[in-house]
């Protein structure tokens, strides 16, 4: 992980249609033009996050979609600021 194992994601809250046994893991698609797409339905104002460094984070429904397509990426060299 060459951007930095604090500031890339490596499990996201989804909704319930979104949902995936956790036995079973499905990479959870991301779009650009729908970036908060199946998030943040199951908690006020955002989900909970897992980043690659072992800590737990509430990611806040209006966060920048550029910073969010940083954290999602491992190796693109993102500014997460």
């Known amino acids: 992980i060459t951007d930095g194992s ?24 991301f779009s650009a033009r729908t970036p908060f797409a199946g998030l943040g339905k199951l908690r006020p104002g955002g989900f909970l996050t897992a980043f690659a460094d072992g800590s737990v984070r509430f990611i806040n429904n209006v966060v920048d979609p550029r910073i ?5 990426t491992k190796s693109m060299r993102d500014k997460v600021r």
């Open 6 to 29: 604090s500031l890339t994601l490596v499990f996201v809250e989804a909704d319930a249609n979104r949902a995936v046994t956790w036995t079973k893991p499905a990479d959870h698609a």
């Open 68 to 72: 969010f397509k940083a954290m999602v």
